[in-house]
């Protein structure tokens, strides 16, 4: 069955402190995997896409990894900041038209 | 760049009462429509997608339906909602070259 599992559900953190979001997929065929950053009441907003090729992809002070062979993927936010309070969400594509969609992890920045 | 268009913001109707929720396209054409929904503390679920005009797939058995008029233009409708219909719906589009995935704004729907 294709399943995206995040973790941890819930993360408080203080400011300028970083943090590691885990992703972990049972998903065939495998196409890529974006994260997403959804602030309350909005739409999700793509942060970073890996393909099964790319280990390593950085945007700003997010960093996102995959390991295709554990099927594990990691968001690392650097220095976090309050307005990096949201949801992440990460997402697996497979084939042309299907994404399969984690819970998402609930990431509150105190100042 | 492609931008999506969704509205209502929010939106309470009555259970049993019928429901439009329109969704626009700029930017690009020829693109893949999709409908989610995301109830509370949830994740997103696909409703529907759309690869072109009148062409609609049904990913869940359920109350609702969509459409697709238009290229640029994806509709979601109800004849009769229900409470369990209540959540925040999203649509998205999807068009190859390097634009990828973007969604909407969402409508935040409350049947009572």
């Known amino acids: 069955k294709n399943q995206v599992e995040q973790s941890p559900q819930s993360l408080i953190i203080l400011e300028g402190k970083n943090c590691t979001l885990q992703?972990?997929?049972?998903?065939?065929?495998?196409?890529?995997l974006r994260w997403y950053k959804q602030d309350t009441g909005r739409g999700p907003v793509s942060l970073t896409i890996?393909?099964?090729?790319?280990n390593t992809k950085s945007n700003g002070r997010y960093t996102a990894t995959l390991d295709a062979d554990t099927k594990q993927s990691s968001l690392h936010i650097t220095a976090s900041q309050l307005s990096d309070s949201a949801s992440y969400i990460c997402?697996?594509?497979?084939?042309?038209?299907?994404?399969?969609f984690g819970t998402g992890t609930r990431l509150k920045v105190l100042a | 760049s492609q931008t999506i268009h969704q509205w209502p913001a929010t939106l309470v109707q009555p259970v049993g009462s019928p429901l439009s929720l329109e969704c626009t396209v700029e930017?690009?054409?020829?693109?893949?429509l999709y409908w989610y929904r995301q109830a509370a503390g949830r994740g997103l679920q696909l409703l529907f997608y759309?690869?072109?005009?009148?062409?609609i797939s049904s990913e869940v058995p359920q109350n609702l339906s969509a459409s697709r008029p238009q290229d640029r233009q994806f509709i979601l409708s109800s004849k009769k909602l229900l409470l369990s219909d209540s959540g925040f719906y999203l649509c998205?589009?999807?068009?190859?070259?390097?634009?990828?995935?973007?969604f909407g704004s969402g409508t935040r729907l409350t049947v009572v």
């Open positions: 997402v697996v594509r497979s084939g042309t038209y299907k994404y399969i």
């Open positions: 992703c972990n997929y049972t998903v065939s065929p495998f196409s890529n």
């Open positions: 890996m393909t099964f090729s790319e």
């Open positions: 930017g690009t054409s020829n693109p893949n």
């Open positions: 759309s690869v072109g005009i009148g062409q």
């Open positions: 998205a589009c999807y068009q190859q070259g390097g634009y990828g995935y973007t």
